[in-house]
């Protein structure tokens, strides 16, 4: 029956009993004994006598185990060791709990783990003894009075030969692996409810973890991690989830590395657009268990309606998205680049795959917030109001180009005229000589029409980082919608003074463009 049934690679772990034992003196062990090691299906032998009730109990708890905590998955009998995904998953759970990265469990980190699986610390003599015996075994299970990978896996592989296997299973379910040791959609994806209108950001709580596994990874504390180091920031994950298009999103170092700065900035992004994905890369970083939480939702915040914060004019978000929309070639990308601190001639040193985010921290009020900047290209069509949806606009036009500026007046009046959405008209690359506009309003005429602050004139081709006076401007609208459109109106106020004292509208778009420049 062992043989027939159940077919070759079948996972059906089987308990193999032999009754009426009280008909026999002796045992059939020798017999027994090379059947199992031919079956490996065969998880326990079990001679039992119902007649007089012996070992009836533990023929149900045998088959009880077996279901529970299968032998199958995690060893393979014939080779004498841990299965590949076995070993994977608890190499995984090593790199987790050497919470300082230095491939070695102290007695600190051993006593964390041993709290997070089974609600305890070891007694100091277990912890020794534990030790000891991996010592025993083994040439490098120990080292530094630690166990390194190599001791933890052997020590793995030890309960499991000892029919303690149930012990390997607590520690694999407690980092949130199932019976095919995958990771659970319940562990990688707990419930999140983000109700339309909100959204995501880290709290200090998702901060304080993320910068503690930064610092755990900067292993020569240099500030930044080098390739090397972010690659083994990912060991926990199954694949490397950012790519190169990394260094264009966010503010590298000198040397182009990825900074604590930059590292918290591109989370931040992940949680604002995609908190499924970032629960998912928090689970892999084990948040649950070194946090010593619920799940990783307590990483997060929801923030509060946006209609609720536009009604009661205050907000307590940190994070705001600004949509940078303008024809070809305007200069959307430079512009997102030089938010990461980066002149024309910094661009151009690039390397990594192009981006079309980046964000970056500007101080609003003393206030430290996030402001995402997205390039909108310039062939996307906007035909759904989330395609234009944003905490701020900004229209960027070439005023070297003739045609550039019609572009984001079309756009601004299809899209935005009749929206909450504030509005910052950016004249781009003002080292170059200004082009003779098509007929039409002016920039600065249509601007004043429909009371917007006049366009912001920028550059980045300089010579240092260049100029920040307009994320500030930009992310202070989207934190002050409400009080942008007054401050707005102040402005277009004064220009209807001066057009009014008679002078002429030249002398009033002067006036203007002196009033606008101190402002
Ligand atoms: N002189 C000068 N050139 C710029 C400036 N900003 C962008 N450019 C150039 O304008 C061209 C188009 O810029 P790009 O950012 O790719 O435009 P996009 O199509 O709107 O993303 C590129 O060759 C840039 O180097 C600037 O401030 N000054
Ligand atoms: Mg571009």
């Known amino acids: 029956m062992v043989n027939g049934g159940l077919g070759k690679g079948s996972r059906i772990p089987i308990i193999l009993v032999g009754n009426k034992s009280d008909l026999q003196a002796g045992s059939s062990m020798d017999v027994i004994l090379p059947i199992m090691n031919q079956f490996s299906e065969i998880e326990t032998c079990v001679e039992c006598s119902a007649k007089n009730l012996k070992n009836i109990s533990e023929l149900f708890y045998y088959a009880q185990k077996a279901v529970l905590h299968p032998t199958a998955p995690l060893y393979d009998p014939e080779e004498k060791q841990l299965r590949p995904a076995c070993a994977r998953a608890l190499t995984r759970i090593f790199n987790i709990s050497d919470q300082d990265n230095n491939q070695i469990l102290s007695d600190d980190e051993l006593n964390y783990f041993q709290k997070s699986c089974f609600g305890n610390p070891l007694a100091p003599q277990a912890l020794e003894d534990v030790k000891m015996v991996v010592w025993k075994n ?11 990978l190599n001791g933890f896996l052997f020590l793995n ?63 020569d504390q240099d500030g930044a991690l080098s390739l090397t180091e972010l690659q083994n920031f990912f060991s926990v994950f199954p694949c ?26 591109q989370w931040t992004l992940i949680a604002y657009l995609d908190v499924r994905h970032c629960l998912e890369c928090l689970g892999y970083l084990g948040y649950p268990i070194l946090s010593e939480q619920d799940s990783q939702t307590q990483a997060l915040t929801v923030t509060r309606e946006k209609r609720i914060d536009l009604e009661k004019g205050q907000t307590q978000r940190n994070v705001f998205l600004c949509k940078v929309l303008g024809a070809k070639g305007a200069g959307k990308s430079a512009f997102l680049q030089a938010f990461l601190g980066r002149s024309l001639a910094a661009q151009s040193e690039n390397r990594g795959e192009p981006s079309l985010y980046t964000i970056n921290t500007v101080q609003v009020n003393g206030q430290e917030k996030y402001l995402i900047l997205y390039e909108v290209s310039a062939d996307t069509k906007l035909t759904k109001p ?18 550039s500026f019609n572009y984001c007046a079309s756009i601004y009046k299809q899209h935005y005229m009749d929206s909450q959405i504030p509005c910052i008209f950016v004249a781009s690359k003002t080292d170059l000589p200004e082009a003779s506009q098509q007929p039409g309003l002016s920039p600065m005429e249509f601007c004043y029409k429909h009371c917007l602050p006049p366009p912001f004139l920028f550059s980045c081709h300089s010579q240092g980082p260049p100029g920040t006076a307009i994320y500030t401007k930009l992310a202070t609208a989207a934190t002050f919608p409400h009080l942008n459109a007054m401050e707005l109106g102040a402005a277009s106020f004064w220009l209807r003074v001066a057009l009014g004292a008679a002078v002429t509208a030249l002398v009033g778009f002067t006036l203007y463009r002196v009033l606008a420049q101190n402002k």
């Open 157 to 219: 592989t030890l309960f499991i030969q000892r029919g303690r296997h149930e012990t390997t299973w607590t520690i694999l379910r407690r980092f949130g692996y199932d019976d095919e040791l995958e990771l659970t959609d319940d562990y990688l994806y707990p419930p999140f409810r983000l109700p339309p209108g909100c959204s995501t950001e880290l709290n200090h709580l998702g901060y304080q973890f993320l910068q503690r596994l930064f610092e755990k990874h900067d292993k």
């Open 386 to 403: 989330s395609d234009t949806a944003c905490d701020v606009a900004c229209l960027i036009y070439d005023p070297s180009d003739p045609k």
């Open 240 to 265: 490397v989830p950012w790519g190169s298009e990394l260094y264009n999103t966010v503010c590298t170092t000198d040397k182009g590395l990825l900074s604590l700065h930059g590292f918290l900035c």
């Open 138 to 148: 083994t040439t490098d299970g120990v080292q530094d009075n630690g166990l390194t």
